[in-house]
């Protein structure tokens, strides 16, 4: 049995990054660049306005002659006289002989000409060539995630095709003879299955849309043929259950018999201490305990961090927050604990149903209060750390 941050060590060392893709812009979101970005253009590539109104050179002078008209498009580049001005749209080409623009709701104006009743400073209105990136600048830097607002960044440099790292492909297998599927009705000594929905909604929320379901019955035969063909097709492998040390656990002997190559076998944490990590080839195992807080527990602390390291997150641990402990809290274990909390801009309540099978409180926890194995005693007013959780 390991520690916490032994095993956490271990995945980051083990979890390394997907092969690389060309991918167009437009079906790039939630994909991490693998490369830097170049800008290919000026952005604007010309000077624009940044209202409508009148582009002039700025002076003195009150009243302009009005000689030509800018819409979004043009590019006439005529050339004012200093008692001259013409009409501009937003995102309108300025002429060189213009330095300022002044807002229509400032002018009184007529056909031919305008008088300026609030003067704007010079060079007001006019967004400069290049004012939000330059030609050759960087764009995004590698490891940065693609956001709407990066495929839109892009887009407006003329960008197609961007080098992203492709995402894992995961499966879920969940064991359990006494699991149903929801919409039936429960039988005697059944209970509905959960895990698999949790970790592929989980999932979803680090960037893996799509997740494949399996699901065994509690053999060493029938596991270990499962686990054979999963192993073949995926990148990232969670089993549900079956992992600890009952009559009917089949999980890491059909793991081993598949040349799983095992990392570490338990952890010295509550809830979640059952877990299996291991290896094939560069297929990761991630075997879960099957009670569901238990399960979702280990997923925000192992299992996200790893998939985000295997999609070329630069950031894959969630920064911890600092929060005052609203009650006294023991730990008389020797384990670190991870409690289902809720925080505010101050305080932290720990949660009540801490029990590794209850996901009510779950349901409306926000943060994963930790109590490191070595700390028997948290006072109220303390300051202890927090994991946020989705």
Same mark, same amino acid.
């Given at each position: 049995?390991?520690?916490?941050?032994?095993?956490?060590?271990?995945?980051?060392?083990?979890?390394?990054?997907?092969?690389?893709?060309?991918?167009?812009?437009?079906?790039?979101?939630?994909?991490?660049?693998?490369?830097?970005?170049?800008?290919?253009?000026?952005?604007?590539?010309?000077?624009?306005?940044?209202?409508?109104?009148?582009?002039?050179?700025?002076?003195?002078?009150?009243?302009?002659?009005?000689?030509?008209?800018?819409?979004?498009?043009?590019?006439?580049?005529?050339?004012?006289?200093?008692?001259?001005?013409?009409?501009?749209?937003?995102?309108?080409?300025?002429?060189?002989?213009?330095?300022?623009?002044?807002?229509?709701?400032?002018?009184?104006?007529?056909?031919?000409?305008?008088?300026?009743?609030?003067?704007?400073?010079?060079?007001?209105?006019?967004?400069?060539?290049?004012?939000?990136?330059?030609?050759?600048?960087?764009?995004?830097?590698?490891?940065?995630?693609?956001?709407?607002?990066?495929?839109?960044?892009?887009?407006?440099?003329?960008?197609?095709?961007?080098?992203?790292?492709?995402?894992?492909?995961?499966?879920?297998?969940?064991?359990?003879?006494?699991?149903?599927?929801?919409?039936?009705?429960?039988?005697?000594?059944?209970?509905?299955?959960?895990?698999?929905?949790?970790?592929?909604?989980?999932?979803?929320?680090?960037?893996?849309?799509?997740?494949?379901?399996?699901?065994?019955?509690?053999?060493?035969?029938?596991?270990?043929?499962?686990?054979?063909?999963? @192993?073949?097709?995926?990148?990232?492998?969670?089993?549900?259950?079956?992992?600890?040390?009952?009559?009917?656990?089949?999980?890491?002997?059909?793991?081993?018999?598949?040349?799983?190559?095992?990392?570490?076998?338990?952890?010295?944490?509550?809830?979640?201490?059952?877990?299996?990590?291991?290896?094939?080839?560069?297929?990761?195992?991630?075997?879960?305990?099957?009670?569901?807080?238990?399960?979702?527990?280990?997923?925000?602390?192992?299992?996200?961090?790893?998939?985000?390291?295997?999609?070329?997150?630069?950031?894959?641990?969630?920064?911890?927050?600092?929060?005052?402990?609203?009650?006294?809290?023991?730990?008389?274990?020797?384990?670190?604990?991870?409690?289902?909390?809720?925080?505010?801009?101050?305080?932290?309540?720990?949660?009540?149903?801490?029990?590794?099978?209850?996901?009510?409180?779950?349901?409306?926890?926000?943060?994963?209060?930790?109590?490191?194995?070595?700390?028997?005693?948290?006072?109220?007013?303390?300051?202890?750390? @927090?994991?946020?959780?989705?």
């Amino acid at each position: 049995m390991i520690k916490v941050e032994e095993a956490i060590a271990i995945i980051e060392a083990n979890s390394a990054k997907m092969p690389t893709k060309l991918i167009s812009v437009n079906r790039a979101l939630g994909y991490v660049l693998a490369t830097k970005v170049i800008s290919p253009i000026n952005m604007p590539p010309f000077r624009q306005s940044a209202m409508d109104g009148y582009a002039f050179s700025h002076s003195i002078r009150h009243q302009y002659d009005v000689v030509g008209i800018s819409q979004a498009g043009d590019h006439s580049n005529i050339k004012l006289k200093a008692t001259e001005a013409i009409r501009i749209f937003t995102g309108a080409f300025v002429p060189n002989s213009a330095d300022t623009v002044v807002m229509q709701e400032h002018v009184m104006a007529n056909t031919d000409s305008i008088l300026i009743a609030e003067m704007p400073e010079k060079f007001s209105n006019v967004r400069p060539k290049g004012e939000q990136i330059a030609k050759d600048d960087v764009v995004f830097e590698a490891n940065t995630l693609i956001t709407p607002a990066a495929i839109g960044f892009l887009a407006i440099l003329g960008i197609t095709e961007i080098e992203v790292y492709k995402k894992p492909k995961v499966a879920i297998l969940v064991t359990g003879n006494e699991l149903m599927q929801p919409g039936k009705k429960l039988k005697k000594g059944k209970i509905f299955e959960s895990n698999s929905v949790m970790l592929e909604a989980a999932l979803q929320t680090i960037g893996i849309e799509k997740t494949k379901i399996y699901r065994v019955r509690d053999n060493l035969k029938a596991t270990k043929k499962a686990l054979k063909s999963i @192993l073949k097709k995926y990148d990232i492998v969670l089993v549900s259950g079956g992992i600890s040390v009952g009559d009917y656990d089949f999980v890491k002997e059909a793991l081993l018999q598949n040349d799983v190559k095992e990392l570490f076998y338990k952890i010295n944490q509550k809830p979640g201490k059952p877990m299996f990590f291991g290896s094939k080839n560069e297929t990761l195992v991630f075997a879960l305990p099957g009670n569901p807080a238990s399960s979702l527990t280990n997923f925000y602390i192992y299992v996200a961090p790893a998939v985000k390291n295997k999609m070329g997150f630069s950031e894959i641990h969630k920064p911890k927050v600092v929060r005052k402990i609203n009650s006294d809290i023991k730990n008389n274990t020797g384990k670190t604990l991870f409690l289902k909390a809720k925080y505010d801009e101050t305080t932290v309540t720990v949660l009540d149903g801490q029990s590794s099978a209850m996901l009510n409180t779950f349901a409306i926890a926000n943060s994963l209060l930790i109590v490191p194995e070595n700390v028997e005693e948290y006072k109220k007013g303390q300051l202890v750390s @927090l994991l946020p959780i989705d």
